[in-house]
């Protein structure tokens, strides 16, 4: 079959205009979405006039995936079971950032981990969260980081339909310096959904210490609706490594976050066939629990309390309670733990996450 010139140059033109399109496609993903490296100084917001620590403090820690304000009205469509909700109303989200406050004052800790902090989100009126829920805390807790870890212009999923901003937070009363983002795994998928998709992540930040041992501090948040896949034994790995390059360094650590992994032990192993896909096994965190001090405790967390110890409540009106535990905090060896516990009955109508609570002595070192 022969082709005429005529034929042949509109074949060209079509092509080319095909080519053009797929062009402009990419070009506009990768501009519009979030490629953080493998490590990348994130600024600090520090006071000059917070304090340093002496070296030797007992320090209140808490950590709370905050649920980007949304409260527990919802049940979002990417819950467990397939909600119809899409996102919160605005007179929700200032009604949790009011109570993530009160409870913040109430337990009024040194240092604050927050995971699902929005910035620039549609669904949260394209609002930065954390600037405000610091307007809702007392000045003392003027020193800050965070870190991105869902980040893109425009996501085309039908439940969005717009802008994505969701970060990582660690706030302070004491002198914050150094910040860092860490990259984790991503979850295997195809090159375009990975764009859009949460990229995970680690934000570091040091607190200066007198007899310049800085203390470090981790905060994380690692991936659900993983499970089947190697992605986070391979983030488990990663944290793993950079706790232990400080360990190497002498520098005392505290590592919190909403790990998406179930407890080692004959508890954990209760909730594998309900965890829908979602959820890790004691499989990844173990390595976690084996070197380093876990909060809750491996005792703790397969006791005849380990309900006390439940951290996820999720947003589905067929649970009427907390049901497992997801969050943990971890410490290096050379502090010691005090008090601990995860607050449930002051914060269940809060986020479908409920926050841990642990003081720790530096001293012990």
């Known amino acids: 079959m022969k082709f005429s010139s005529g034929m042949m140059k509109l074949l060209a033109g079509t092509l080319g205009f095909v080519l053009t399109l797929v062009l402009v496609f ?7 979405t979030f490629h953080p490296g493998e490590a990348k100084t994130m600024e600090v917001v520090s006071d000059g006039s917070a304090p340093g620590l002496s070296g030797d403090e007992n320090l209140k820690i808490l950590s709370w995936n905050v649920q980007y304000m949304a409260g527990k009205n919802y049940h979002f469509y990417y819950d467990s079971g397939s909600g119809p909700d899409e996102r919160p109303s605005s007179d929700d989200i200032d009604r949790t950032t009011t109570e993530v406050a009160r409870v913040i004052r109430d337990e009024n800790p040194d240092v604050i981990l ?17 600037e405000k829920l610091l307007a ?6 003027c020193c800050h980081a965070s870190a991105f870890y869902w980040k893109a212009a425009f996501v085309p999923h039908p439940h969005i339909m717009g802008s994505v901003g969701m970060k990582l937070s660690v706030i302070s009363k004491y002198r914050m310096v150094d910040g860092t983002r860490y990259r984790l795994a991503l979850k295997p998928d195809n090159f375009i959904v990975q764009q859009f998709d949460l990229k995970r992540a680690v934000l570091e930040v ?9 203390l470090t501090v981790f905060n994380t948040h690692l991936s659900a609706f993983a499970h089947g896949t ?12 950079l706790l232990r390059e400080t360990d190497t360094e002498g520098r005392p650590w505290i590592l919190g976050g909403d790990f998406n992994l179930l407890p080692p032990g004959e508890k954990g192993d209760e909730y594998v066939e309900t965890r829908n896909g979602v959820y890790g096994d ?5 390595v976690l629990f084996d070197n380093y001090q876990p909060v809750p405790t491996y005792e703790e967390v397969n006791g005849d309390d380990n309900e006390d110890w439940f951290t996820h409540f999720p947003n589905n009106s067929e649970v009427k309670e907390p049901d497992k535990t997801i969050d ?3 410490l290096s060896d050379g502090t010691r733990l005090g008090e601990h516990y995860v607050i449930q009955e002051k914060a269940l109508e ?6 841990v609570v642990a003081e720790v002595s530096l001293a012990a070192r």
């Open 206 to 214: 040091r607190l200066p210490t007198d007899n310049g041992d800085d």
């Open 114 to 130: 927050l995971q699902e902090v929005d910035d620039g989100a549609k669904r949260t009126d394209h609002e930065d969260q954390l």
């Open 136 to 141: 809702l805390l007392p000045d003392e807790y």
């Open 230 to 241: 190697d992605t986070l034994t391979k983030q488990v790995n990663k944290i793993d490594r």
């Open 26 to 32: 990419f070009s506009w993903m990768w501009l519009s």
């Open 350 to 355: 809060i986020s479908d996450h409920l926050p």
């Open 282 to 286: 004691e499989r990844e965190i173990k």
């Open 328 to 330: 943990y905090l971890f």
